[in-house]
């Protein structure tokens, strides 16, 4: 078989060999491949729109070291919220809803989800947005199976449930929950007939291997996570990443790239650390086969692309001559 027909194929049984050889690539080898299986699976003039809401903030008991949520960080300026009451949730998803968002992520800063009345406001926030006519996604750290079951009930769309990082690299960045943890939740989310949204995080100090290794775990998953978060490190204040540099953006187009190459059917969603991109770069992820955006002010407590910013990008990317309303995502 030719290269060109194996790109794009299915498959679950990726190396770490081949993943990084492909991440090593050319840059202009690497995304006019990755170009050609985004085409091939996806609508290239989409660009999905979704918004993120913090629904309850700060206090969590896990220690990533990347969160300005951890209770770990006492340093991190970060005002805790109990979990917002379903009405003003439902109000903000339908102001996004209005912006052209199509799904509305809500999280909450969980270790793992407690029955409760908490658990039964999640469950009712879900039923809203669905009745909105929109995807509604939800993070909520580890999740029993009947706590699913309800999910699922309610008509969620998706679960959020991140690895951040390769296997080998996560008990420096993680130490409260194992990898294994981590998967377990995906299989009892994947058992209840839920989507999974399941991505990482660059610029933690991780090395390429790392980044393969992630791939090679979402890969793995039989399904694809039908959507896949990318995410760029928001170094913060009084977290034991504060000092991290800036993630140079190419590394963040060749990620993508490897991303399409290896996982041809998923969503692969430009999430934390896009208000670090200017607006060439961000059209260089989408013609690496990036296809959403998380738009608003903030994602969950970090900053995000300013509504004129994004408004600014779709224009761009809309056909010469348009009002801007035919801009791609709008």
Known sequence: ????????????DWTLAEIEALHDLALLELVGRANAVHRRHHDPNRIRKAS????????????CAYCPQSAHHRAV????????????VLALAAKAKAAGAERFCMGAAWRQA??????????????????????????????EAHQAARLAEAGLTAYNHNLDTGPDFYDR????????DRLDTLATVRAAGIGLCCGGILGM??????????????????????SVPINALVP??????????????????RMVATARLVLPGSVLRLSAGRAQLGREAQILCFLAGANS???????????????????????ALAPRGSTGREAVGA
């Open 52 to 63: 993120l809401l913090s629904v309850k903030t700060g206090g969590c008991p896990e220690d």
């Open 114 to 143: 407690r029955d409760g009345q908490e658990f039964d406001a999640v469950v009712a926030m879900v039923a809203g947005v669905r009745a909105l006519g929109m995807e509604a996604c939800v993070t909520l750290g580890m999740l």
């Open 77 to 88: 300026d970060l005002t805790r919220d109990r979990l917002m009451d379903p009405p003003a």
């Open 236 to 253: 913060v204040a009084g977290t034991p990443l504060a000092d991290r540099p800036r993630l140079d953006p190419l590394d963040l187009v």
């Open 1 to 12: 078989m030719s290269r060109d027909l194996a790109d794009g194929a299915v498959r679950y």
């Open 205 to 226: 100090g991780e090395s390429v291997t790392d980044r393969a290794g992630l791939l090679q775990v979402l890969a793995g998953l039989d399904p694809h996570p039908e």
């Open 173 to 180: 960045i993680v130490t409260t929950r194992r990898y294994e």
């Open 293 to 315: 955006v998380f738009s608003g002010d903030t994602l969950l407590t970090t900053p995000n692309a300013e509504h004129d910013d994004d408004a600014a990008l779709f224009a």
